[in-house]
Each structure stands twice: as structure tokens, then as C-alpha cells.
């Protein structure tokens, strides 16, 4: 059994705050595929409405996602939301099947 954890968050733009929110979001993607324990990390943007934004994450285990959150990119991400977007939804899931390799 894998301890792997996915994490899917759902983000809404604030009203006039898409590019915003959208460029906040992006630049928390290469630093955070930088630390150890992120296995995959990727930012959507729903074709229907520009203004939702879905984090579709993989972390080795809970505790490197835990310290993922301590780490100043993700502490200026609690100054920002609220005033740009906000957290709709967070979903933490343990992956209960082995992950497929890469093709």
C-alpha cells in the first residue's frame, strides 16, 4: 500500500481578479515542483469559467505536503486568498492503488 497523497484544491477568482489569481497560481507551480516530496503538481483552468482554478497535486506522504504548507510561497498564498480568490474546496485523498509508472 502507497502512502502517496493526492490533494485536489478548487479556487475561485474574486470578482475582476481572473489574470490576477491566475498569475498568483502559476507561480507557485515551479517552486513547488522543486521540493522534495512532490511528485506532481498541476494548475487548471475550467474552459466553462476562467474565473475556477483546480490544484491537482501528488505528494509522497502527508508529512512533505504538510511541510509544503509551512514554506513562504504557500505563506503568502494565506495573505492572498481572500483578497484575490478563495479556497472553495480542499480534498485530501490517500492514493489506494500503487501509482503507474511514467510512459
Not at 74 to 91: H, M, N, S, Y
Amino acid at each position: 500500500m502507497t502512502e502517496q497523497l493526492t490533494v485536489i484544491a478548487h479556487l475561485r477568482a474574486i470578482d475582476g481578479q481572473i489574470e490576477e489569481t491566475k498569475a498568483f497560481l502559476t507561480g507557485l507551480i515551479e517552486p513547488t515542483r522543486q521540493e522534495p516530496g512532490c511528485v506532481e503538481y498541476w494548475l487548471h483552468q475550467d474552459n466553462d469559467d476562467p474565473a475556477e482554478f483546480t490544484f491537482y497535486e501528488n505528494w509522497t506522504n502527508r508529512g512533505e505536503w504538510d511541510k509544503h504548507m509551512e514554506l513562504p510561497h504557500l505563506q503568502k498564498f494565506a495573505e492572498v486568498k481572500d483578497k484575490v480568490f478563495e479556497l472553495q474546496k480542499l480534498r485530501l485523498m490517500t492514493m489506494i492503488c500503487e501509482p503507474e509508472s511514467k510512459r
